[in-house]
């Protein structure tokens, strides 16, 4: 099982999405799809899809968070062709953020925010040994530019099968980032490989809560600690939800909240739902407890 997952909120374009990205890469299909009734947002679709092996999960949640390019997903391909179609395809309504084109690191290369404002990176890798298809690529902007060394250094002592990859930094003159700071830098957690960067450009945007990263633990002992350890921001507390030191959003989720949200029984559904709307930290026995109707 992927032990972390992207989770996308939109505002009800979840299953429209789905659809597109699903249709975009081999070995890609949507998993299950839930609704579930009487949250803030009214009734909100729950979509989790695979992407060329790596689970996404999708939310029409309505309109209270919307992306920007803090968190993009960085595409590997193997051919320019596939660069091509993929820049097509996700242009489409969208805004291209870095034109493609040749660049010192890639042949063929190009940023783009697609029509539900997600940003991707794609990229033409000649000799391809990214062990993922899609790196989520953390940007530190604001007041948070200048922290990416900072906070993969925190992200690799709280998770396990934690790495960090050679760092490119920036050089004197390469202004307005202060030399020494974060130009690339890959890392992984629980084998999922991510990326970050500092931008000290002038950016109207910060990490917010419409890309946030769901973390699955076994039991309520994993859930505990994953909490204490990420959650800096107590307003933000919510249904599972937390916001770390540097504002970027995590879920601290049980794995058999999978299970759960996957019944057909509409009662059990709704008691569960109720259940986790008056939480802030998942409780798995009275999760549990709401399941069963005790």
């Not at 974060?182 to 960067?197: G, N, W, Y």
Request: some cysteine; glycine content about 6%; hydrophobic content about 40%.
């Amino acid at each position: 099982m992927q032990r972390i997952v992207p989770h996308l909120w939109f505002d009800k374009e979840a299953s429209e999405a789905a659809k597109l990205y699903t249709s975009l890469f081999s070995n890609s299909n949507i998993k299950d799809t839930t609704v579930i009734h009487n949250t803030p947002s009214g009734d909100a679709e729950i979509v989790t899809i695979e992407l060329a092996g790596q689970e996404f999960m999708l939310l029409s949640g309505g309109p209270f968070f919307k992306f920007n390019p803090t968190i993009s997903f960085l595409i590997a391909c193997d051919t320019k062709k596939e660069v091509d179609m993929l820049w097509e395809k996700l242009s489409e309504g969208g805004t291209a953020l870095t034109p493609l084109d040749a660049y010192p690191f890639s042949e063929k290369y190009g940023w783009v925010q697609d029509r539900y404002g997600l940003s991707w990176q794609i990229m033409y890798l000649e000799s391809n040994d990214m062990v993922q298809k899609f790196t989520p690529t953390l940007m530190f902007t604001g007041e948070q530019s200048g922290n990416a060394e900072i906070a993969i250094n925190f992200y690799s002592s709280v998770f396990h099968n934690a790495k960090v990859g050679d760092i490119l930094r920036y050089s004197a003159g390469e202004g307005p980032d202060r030399k020494g700071t974060i130009k690339h830098v890959a890392f992984t957690l629980e084998s999922m490989e991510f990326a970050a960067m500092d931008s000290a450009r002038v950016h109207n945007f910060v990490f917010n809560e419409a890309i946030s990263f769901i973390v699955y633990c076994n039991n309520q002992e994993e859930i505990d600690y994953y909490w204490g350890k990420l959650s800096s921001v107590p307003e933000a507390e919510q249904c599972g939800w937390l916001k770390d030191q540097f504002g970027v959003s995590w879920q601290i989720v049980p794995t058999v909240m999978n299970e759960i949200m996957q019944t057909e029984d509409s009662d059990k559904l709704a008691r569960v739902t109720e259940a986790f709307l008056k939480m802030k930290k998942f409780d798995i026995e009275d999760l549990k407890k709401a399941y069963n109707g005790r």
